[in-house]
């Protein structure tokens, strides 16, 4: 087997070169062919197209897709992950960066790999303990666990080769997180990290292959001035962009936590860049200038770890409009002229096309509703902002919202046909500085916090965030219905304009898959999975598999059998900050077992989970009489707890419901640490004992409410 897999990625390395000879579009998907039955990369191939060459499964016979087997993965944290299928084998990664080696036919076992996570990590993520798979080479695999350790893996045997810190600096008081996939580039491994949301500084960082030693690391944003120079050339430039009176102690964020891709033949690195931190560069009166990298597109040399050019797709965010969704390499005409293209949908709702070899912007169109923009100038690729998205002096309602008009879930890209296939949120959020109200610092949002319109209450919001105006009065002059919704878009990249559309369940499903049977495959909240025509969008197929689906499918063939596969399980930030399920989504339902789900023609209907209940409400402890401390507990729990734990039912548990014997050890848990192998991490140095209290204090009063309502 292991000859197998490193010839299959040798392979598919070799085929990507051939490729990238040729200028016509369909080349682009020649490296899949050249090993149809695999899945060697998180995107399929080096152009991450999550597009499969594959097609026993068409749209004559799809309707008879059916159960072949599942696994559970033991966690009911979110699952983002795309597994690998290589030589008969399927490797997935689960949450905090577990692996899992199964025979990809029955589903067996064949082993599996704990990296031990420290669990304080998981209070930096923001948006769940997730991870979005692995990479394969020379019989190794190569995962990043949450606490920033990047393990290489025997894919024999499960058993650790080597593992590196990839975290910079102090790791006590460094909140990076590691929730991407790693990315093969050449012999060496490049990864990057989560944190923008907190006080972190993006980079990435190239390790060498064998023996995990540090190749290089560039940094995308400056340090703080008072360090000294800056710490790499390309930041000289940059950090005249930024106001000298910015926050630096907030680490300035521009974070690469996903959206990575490698041309072989041009030896260029890609990825994009989140964004600033904070967002809002205007508190205190402070302005600023385009801060140079975040929000951007980027390339580095991979041999030297040189800035080769970068494009900004939002200078000076304010909006929280990351750069980090996936990239598609692909080769096409472009105004009659053959181009090396790079293409992503953004965060904030542009459907951008470079040319891979110098950066230059090709095309920016945006794919769904936007205000914050008048649009693209072609001329200087700069946005024109729109001064009514400025919240800077009076809440605003902006689209897209801050969980993008596409997050990280993966589009597919069908060269044959032209069409991007894109999971779109249609959905704004009313922006407000909190400095001056009584909410203050959310953290993972700084003082900027973000609301869609179903969790827009002004009467319920007075306490923590004064008087807001009503949502009728924020949508005046927004042509577009404020609801948020979710589509399925096929987008003709050549044209510019959406050719068909489909409204999906929820604006938080999963990612795409495309094959060349003609199919565009979708999983979404409500726990169905979806197969459609990629010619017309009609839906051909939906199994009822009762989990919640994110990630995106991929699809494999063994012994003459195509399978369908997708990693099941509900999370992300969508659903992690702030807000209870969704009653008609499978994990309200049936819970959020993660699971890996695998389909096949002429299959059974999958088993359902069992339905959901709720337990009684156990007692609470008696319910305390100091109201001050009550109301000091509500800003801190909104402050550092809400965005994990809701009330209601979500991805982790509702505090109101804490069992006795929880209670009795709060503060161990809050500021000892007692549950960090749980993944609940201690909170000791941004609260005191007597803050404990006044959360612990709060969260009695909200459950004896709650026993008291009808």
């Given at each position: 087997?292991?000859?197998?897999?490193?010839?299959?990625?040798?392979?598919?390395?070799?085929?990507?070169?051939?490729?990238?000879?040729?200028?016509?579009?369909?080349?682009?998907?020649?490296?899949?062919?050249?090993?149809?039955?695999?899945?060697?990369?998180?995107?399929?191939?080096?152009?991450?197209?999550?597009?499969?060459?594959?097609?026993d499964?068409?749209?004559?016979n799809?309707?008879?897709?059916?159960?072949?087997?599942?696994?559970?993965?033991?966690?009911?944290?979110?699952?983002?992950?795309?597994?690998?299928?290589?030589?008969?084998?399927?490797?997935?990664?689960s949450?905090?960066?577990?692996?899992?080696?199964?025979?990809?036919?029955?589903?067996?076992?064949?082993?599996?790999?704990?990296?031990?996570t420290d669990?304080?990590?998981?209070?930096?993520?923001?948006?769940?303990?997730?991870?979005?798979?692995?990479?394969?080479?020379?019989?190794?695999?190569?995962?990043?666990?949450?606490?920033?350790?990047?393990?290489?893996?025997?894919?024999?045997?499960?058993?650790?080769?080597?593992?590196?810190?990839t975290?910079?600096?102090?790791?006590?008081?460094?909140?990076?997180?590691?929730?991407?996939?790693?990315?093969?580039?050449?012999?060496?491994?490049?990864?990057?990290?989560?944190?923008?949301?907190?006080?972190?500084?993006?980079?990435?960082?190239?390790?060498d292959?064998?023996?995990?030693?540090?190749?290089?690391?560039?940094?995308?944003?400056?340090?703080?001035?008072?360090?000294?120079?800056?710490?790499?050339?390309?930041?000289?430039?940059?950090?005249?962009?930024?106001?000298?009176?910015?926050?630096?102690?907030?680490?300035?964020?521009?974070?690469?936590?996903?959206?990575?891709?490698y041309?072989?033949?041009?030896?260029?690195?890609?990825?994009?860049?989140?964004?600033?931190?904070?967002?809002?560069?205007?508190?205190?009166?402070?302005?600023?200038?385009?801060?140079?990298?975040?929000?951007?597109?980027?390339?580095?040399?991979?041999?030297?770890?040189?800035?080769?050019?970068y494009?900004?797709?939002?200078?000076?965010?304010?909006?929280?409009?990351?750069?980090?969704?996936?990239?598609?390499?692909?080769?096409?005409?472009?105004?009659?002229?053959?181009?090396?293209?790079?293409?992503?949908?953004?965060?904030?709702?542009?459907?951008?096309?470079?040319?891979?070899s110098?950066?230059?912007?090709?095309?920016?169109?945006?794919?769904?509703?936007?205000?914050?923009?008048?649009?693209?100038?072609?001329?200087?690729?700069?946005?024109?902002?729109?001064?009514?998205?400025?919240?800077?002096?009076?809440?605003?309602?902006?689209?897209?919202?801050?969980?993008?008009?596409?997050?990280?879930?993966?589009?597919?890209?069908?060269?044959?046909?032209?069409?991007?296939?894109?999971?779109?949120?249609?959905?704004?959020?009313?922006?407000?500085?909190?400095?001056?109200?009584?909410?203050?610092?959310?953290?993972?949002?700084?003082?900027?916090?973000?609301?869609?319109?179903?969790?827009?209450?002004?009467?319920?919001?007075?306490?923590?965030?004064?008087?807001?105006p009503?949502?009728?009065?924020?949508?005046?002059?927004?042509?577009?219905?404020?609801?948020?919704?979710?589509?399925?878009?096929a987008?003709?990249?050549?044209?510019?304009?959406?050719?068909?559309?489909?409204?999906?369940?929820?604006?938080?499903?999963?990612?795409?898959?495309?094959?060349?049977?003609?199919?565009?495959?979708?999983?979404d909240?409500?726990?169905?999975?979806?197969?459609?025509?990629?010619?017309?969008?009609?839906?051909?197929?939906?199994?009822?598999?009762?989990?919640?689906?994110?990630?995106?499918?991929?699809?494999?063939?063994?012994?003459?059998?195509?399978?369908?596969?997708?990693?099941a399980?509900?999370?992300?930030?969508?659903?992690?900050?702030?807000?209870?399920?969704?009653?008609?989504?499978?994990?309200?339902?049936?819970?959020?077992?993660?699971?890996?789900?695998?389909?096949?023609?002429?299959?059974?209907?999958?088993?359902?989970p069992?339905?959901?209940?709720?337990?009684?409400?156990?007692?609470?402890?008696?319910?305390?009489?100091?109201?001050?401390?009550?109301?000091?507990?509500?800003?801190?729990?909104?402050?550092?707890?809400?965005?994990?734990?809701?009330?209601?039912?979500?991805?982790?548990?509702?505090?109101?419901?804490?069992q006795?014997?929880?209670?009795?050890?709060?503060?161990?848990?809050?500021?000892?640490?007692?549950?960090?192998?749980?993944?609940?991490?201690?909170?000791?140095?941004?609260?005191?004992?007597?803050?404990?209290?006044?959360?612990?204090?709060?969260?009695?009063?909200q459950?004896?409410?709650?026993?008291?309502?009808?």
């Amino acid at each position: 087997m292991m000859n197998k897999l490193a010839a299959a990625a040798a392979m598919a390395l070799a085929a990507g070169l051939a490729a990238l000879s040729g200028c016509h579009q369909q080349e682009s998907a020649a490296p899949a062919a050249r090993e149809p039955d695999q899945w060697l990369t998180v995107g399929g191939d080096w152009t991450g197209a999550y597009y499969s060459p594959l097609k026993d499964i068409d749209a004559g016979n799809v309707g008879r897709l059916g159960f072949a087997w599942d696994y559970r993965l033991g966690t009911n944290r979110g699952q983002e992950s795309t597994p690998l299928v290589i030589d008969g084998v399927m490797y997935a990664t689960s949450n905090f960066g577990r692996v899992y080696a199964l025979d990809a036919a029955s589903g067996r076992e064949l082993w599996k790999y704990d990296p031990r996570t420290d669990g304080q990590w998981a209070r930096y993520a923001c948006c769940d303990a997730v991870n979005r798979g692995l990479a394969a080479f020379g019989g190794r695999l190569y995962v990043g666990a949450l606490d920033g350790w990047l393990h290489a893996l025997d894919a024999r045997t499960g058993q650790l080769v080597w593992k590196v810190d990839t975290v910079v600096g102090r790791r006590e008081h460094a909140p990076y997180t590691f929730s991407g996939a790693p990315l093969l580039a050449g012999n060496l491994l490049i990864v990057g990290s989560a944190g923008g949301d907190f006080a972190a500084r993006g980079y990435v960082s190239a390790y060498d292959l064998t023996n995990g030693e540090l190749r290089w690391r560039f940094f995308t944003v400056p340090r703080n001035p008072a360090d000294g120079p800056q710490d790499q050339p390309h930041l000289a430039a940059a950090v005249k962009t930024w106001n000298p009176a910015h926050r630096w102690g907030a680490g300035s964020g521009g974070t690469v936590w996903d959206g990575m891709a490698y041309d072989p033949m041009l030896r260029l690195v890609y990825f994009g860049t989140g964004n600033a931190a904070p967002y809002n560069s205007y508190v205190d009166g402070r302005h600023t200038g385009d801060q140079l990298y975040a929000a951007s597109i980027m390339a580095v040399h991979a041999d030297s770890g040189a800035l080769a050019w970068y494009y900004q797709t939002v200078p000076g965010d304010r909006w929280d409009f990351d750069s980090t969704q996936k990239l598609i390499l692909a080769d096409m005409s472009v105004d009659g002229r053959p181009r090396r293209v790079l293409m992503q949908a953004a965060k904030n709702g542009f459907y951008y096309v470079l040319d891979r070899s110098s950066g230059e912007l090709l095309s920016a169109h945006n794919f769904a509703f936007v205000n914050w923009t008048r649009g693209v100038d072609p001329k200087t690729g700069r946005p024109l902002p729109d001064p009514a998205a400025d919240y800077g002096r009076s809440p605003k309602l902006v689209f897209p919202s801050e969980a993008g008009a596409h997050n990280w879930q993966p589009m597919a890209f069908d060269a044959d046909r032209g069409l991007t296939f894109i999971p779109v949120i249609e959905s704004g959020n009313v922006l407000l500085e909190t400095s001056d109200r009584r909410a203050g610092l959310v953290e993972g949002q700084f003082t900027t916090p973000a609301f869609v319109p179903e969790a827009y209450d002004p009467a319920a919001m007075l306490r923590l965030y004064g008087p807001l105006p009503p949502l009728a009065r924020l949508a005046r002059g927004i042509n577009t219905d404020t609801a948020s919704r979710g589509y399925l878009r096929a987008w003709n990249v050549a044209q510019h304009r959406t050719v068909w559309e489909v409204q999906t369940a929820t604006s938080w499903d999963g990612g795409v898959l495309a094959t060349a049977g003609g199919l565009v495959m979708q999983g979404d909240a409500n726990g169905n999975f979806n197969a459609y025509s990629a010619d017309t969008g009609e839906r051909l197929a939906s199994v009822a598999v009762g989990s919640s689906m994110l990630a995106a499918p991929i699809t494999y063939r063994v012994n003459g059998t195509q399978y369908i596969a997708i990693v099941a399980g509900y999370g992300g930030g969508g659903v992690i900050t702030g807000t209870p399920l969704d009653p008609a989504s499978a994990a309200y339902r049936y819970g959020n077992d993660g699971r890996i789900i695998v389909l096949k023609i002429g299959g059974p209907p999958p088993p359902l989970p069992p339905l959901m209940t709720d337990q009684p409400l156990p007692k609470p402890p008696a319910r305390p009489a100091d109201t001050a401390q009550i109301d000091a507990g509500e800003v801190l729990y909104n402050r550092f707890c809400s965005r994990c734990h809701v009330f209601g039912r979500g991805i982790l548990p509702d505090l109101r419901r804490m069992q006795p014997a929880t209670h009795a050890i709060f503060n161990a848990i809050v500021l000892g640490g007692a549950y960090a192998p749980k993944g609940m991490g201690r909170f000791d140095d941004v609260l005191t004992p007597i803050d404990a209290e006044a959360v612990h204090a709060y969260l009695i009063d909200q459950a004896w409410r709650m026993q008291a309502a009808p």
